[in-house]
């Protein structure tokens, strides 16, 4: 059986993915997110980013990461990069080939495929037809001035089916979406 990929973003009401001088979790960490996070964090998954992200997370001490740390590392990981020639984590791969990288991952027999953040990727994978799932938590605020990484602004027309959505903490809405693959109508 194939694997499939997912897209997960963390997101403001206004679309931004991170912001400048906001709190992680845009200030709206909670009880159920962070039982959301440990649950998906709990199951079977290849996680693939791509440089910027990966050089975001690896600036990260070990004490930043918790108890979440050695887990973490124990994950396969794929780095997507043209730059990069060395990565120290473990199990942690170099790409360079985003698309037929990805293709290749999906095809064989292995665990589900789970982007962390990297919006370049994102919209690459949408635009190549590879993504099954897009998973969007939409945190209860507008970033404003402050909002850094624009979501989704580089990713084609596409028609999306709700598969799933909920409410984390009375404020958190998480939203989950299939491609269709059906084209957009033009006016």
């Known amino acids: 059986m194939a694997s499939t990929l997912t897209v997960d973003l963390f997101v403001s009401v206004d679309g931004w993915a ?3 001088g906001l709190p992680g979790y845009f200030g709206y960490y909670g009880p159920e997110l962070g ?3 440990d649950a998906e964090s709990a199951k079977p998954q290849r996680v693939v980013m791509g440089r910027r992200t990966y050089e975001a997370f690896a600036a990260l001490p070990a004490a930043a990461w918790g108890d979440t740390y050695e887990p973490t590392m124990a994950l396969d990981k794929t780095v997507f990069s043209t730059t990069l020639t060395e990565v120290p984590w473990p199990n942690t791969r ?3 080939d985003l698309a037929s990288g990805i293709a290749a991952m999906k095809a064989g027999d292995g665990d589900p495929i789970r982007t962390w953040g990297s919006l370049s990727l994102a919209d690459q994978l949408l635009a190549a037809g590879l993504v ?3 998973r969007i938590l939409t945190f209860p605020l507008f970033a404003g001035d402050a909002g850094r990484d624009s979501t989704f602004s580089a990713a ?3 028609d999306l089916e709700l598969a799933d959505h909920r409410v984390l ?3 958190i809405v998480l939203t989950e979406y299939r491609p269709t693959g059906k084209d957009i109508p033009r006016a």
Do not use: K, P, Q, Y
Request: hydrophobic residues 45%.
């Open 94 to 96: 170099i790409e360079t």
């Open 18 to 20: 991170g912001s400048d």
């Open 156 to 158: 084609a027309a596409a």
């Open 169 to 171: 903490d009375g404020r």
């Open 35 to 37: 039982a959301w996070i």
């Open 132 to 134: 099954d799932r897009v």
